[in-house]
């Protein structure tokens, strides 16, 4: 398979028609050729989207509702499609690619369109005058996007931004650029007008860093690292584009002394090591009252040895791969680190044996791995890992647990369980975070502002916040 970059409603090759590897992580297999752009490219897709500007703003944020209901439709039609797509190109079991992956990329479409028609004018009244904030699109916006979920996140950009009038020029990650494909192999059929989305594939400090330079891309939206969120911040403050930075965490979950060790065992399973724990919101950190410590640590490790490693496309496979080799190294290092520091490994730490994948050099398969007995200020239990890592700790007050959740650099989520719910608000209050379940996890509702803290990142998305990202507003006042 070869694709292209899709720029002006056409999949044209990269102009210095320099092409790169993408592969299945699951098994090393060459999946497809894709380009490796330049600058060049990003020029002609901001050029290409320059010219849509006009038509695609002049229409009302209804009509626009309208091609972001057609989208979904459209999605909904290829949706086990993109399902296998994406399971392809991360090594994400079938079932989390369909349930997480592809269900998410369609109702993020939805959602905006149903979100923009119960939007109401915004009015301020005075005694002698009316004030009437007006909204318009930033213009062309430069969608940066990760590797993790890698459709569901590029939606969750396309779809506010095209309802507030913007063009876009696209980036997804260079390891996983096949269900962006699809997305514009989509929007051509159904006859989007040529130039509102561009998508521009290659390597970040290239394209990437390309498109933070334009002069003519007004905002820019990044998902990913933290510390290509700086580089991103360093490129794009001074020439005073519009930012959102949805970078790293090393999310706390908290088990209070009440907690019903039924729900919450599964529950920081699913929390620790969804998507091969590779999910921004993952709890990575899980802190533990001593009282239960003992008998969660018991029925934690009994149910993370009984999770099922192994083919991504077999449907009872519960974990798949990393993304790379290159990552399950980096994963590794951190278990090294871990004994390093005194870490006791209760369960996995190696790479997994899975069956026919098990004689694979280039499967990256590792065992859900699970550590006790380091400190909670450890390199291994403050360092965003973003595998599936976790370290347990144990704590003796609610206000030691607070203490140990914000211990590190970063701030974008954690969850807390307890039979006192009252108690688990009190407490989330406190955890430097832009987002706490209490008795659950990523249990989304997509009107709420999502973003993080600290080294997590800068600015909020989601409902009204994707809204007011990506537009410019206007305070009209009219004297009576
Ligand atoms: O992210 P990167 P990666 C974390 C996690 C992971 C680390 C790196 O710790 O190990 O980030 O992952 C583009 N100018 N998260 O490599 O490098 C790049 O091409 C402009 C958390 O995926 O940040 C890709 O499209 N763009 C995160 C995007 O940035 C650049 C999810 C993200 O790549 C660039 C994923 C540059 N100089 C990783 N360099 C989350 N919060 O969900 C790279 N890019």
Redesign the pocket.
């Known amino acids: 398979m070869i694709i292209s970059n899709f720029i002006d409603g056409n999949f044209i090759p990269p102009i210095e028609n320099r092409m790169m590897d993408d592969s299945n992580p699951a098994n090393g297999a060459h999946i497809a050729m894709m380009p490796r752009a330049s600058a060049l490219d990003v020029d002609a897709a901001v050029l290409a989207a320059k010219r849509a500007l006009p038509q695609w703003s002049a229409l009302t944020m209804i009509e626009r509702a309208d091609w972001l209901d057609k989208i979904a439709d459209a999605l909904e039609e290829i949706k086990e499609e993109i399902a296998q797509t994406e399971s392809l190109d991360t090594g994400k079991p079938i079932s989390i690619a369909r349930s997480v992956d592809a269900t998410r990329s369609i109702s993020n479409f939805r959602f905006f369109a149903k979100f923009a028609r119960s939007q109401e004018p915004l009015i301020f009244e005075m005694s002698d005058a009316t004030n009437h904030v007006h909204t318009s699109p930033l213009g062309i916006v430069g969608l940066?996007?990760?590797?993790?979920?890698p459709l569901y996140?590029l939606t969750w950009k396309v779809a506010p931004a095209l309802l507030m009038g913007n063009c876009i020029v696209a980036?997804?990650?260079?390891?996983t650029p096949l269900t962006a494909d699809l997305l514009a192999q989509t929007l051509q059929r159904i006859q989007l007008p040529d130039g509102v989305f561009n998508l521009v594939h290659?390597?970040?400090?290239e394209?990437?860093?390309a498109?933070?330079e334009h002069p003519d891309i007004a905002g820019i939206s990044?998902?990913?690292?933290?510390?290509?969120?700086r580089?991103?911040a360093r490129?794009a403050a001074p020439l005073f584009k519009k930012l959102s930075l949805?970078?790293?965490?090393k999310n706390a979950t908290i088990i209070l002394d009440d907690a019903n060790l039924d729900t919450v065992v599964p529950g920081a399973v699913t929390a620790a090591f969804t998507n091969s724990g590779?999910?921004?919101l993952c709890g990575s950190r899980i802190l533990i009252h001593q009282s239960i410590y003992d008998e969660f640590c018991k029925r934690f490790v009994e149910q993370v040895d009984a999770m099922i490693i192994g083919d991504p496309s077999d449907e009872s496979t519960q974990m798949g791969s990393v993304?790379s080799m290159e990552?399950l190294q980096?994963i590794e290092s951190y278990i090294d680190l871990a004994v390093e520091e005194g870490g006791e490994i209760l369960s996995g730490g190696s790479r997994a044996m899975t069956g026919p994948l098990d004689s694979n050099p280039d499967a990256a398969f590792i065992r859900p791995t699970v550590i006790g007995g380091l400190s909670h200020l450890s390199r291994t239990s403050t360092e965003?890992?973003?595998g599936p890592v976790v370290t347990l700790h144990s704590f003796t007050t609610d206000d030691e647990a607070i203490e140990m959740a914000n211990c590190t650099e970063y701030g974008?989520a954690g969850s807390i369980w307890t039979e006192d719910a009252e108690r688990g608000k009190e407490l989330a209050e406190r955890v430097e975070s832009g987002i706490v379940w209490v008795n659950t996890w990523l249990h989304r509702d997509l009107r709420t502002p999502f973003g993080g803290v600290k080294n997590?990142?800068v600015g909020r998305e989601g409902g009204r916040w994707s809204l007011s990202f990506f537009s410019e507003m206007t305070n009209i006042c009219v004297k009576h």
């Open positions: 940066i996007t990760p590797w993790n979920l996140l980036k997804p990650s260079e390891l290659g390597l970040g400090p394209v990437g860093q498109i933070l990044f998902t990913g690292g933290t510390a290509t969120g580089i991103v490129t949805e970078l790293g965490g590779q999910v921004c993304i990552h980096k965003e890992i973003f974008l997590s990142g």
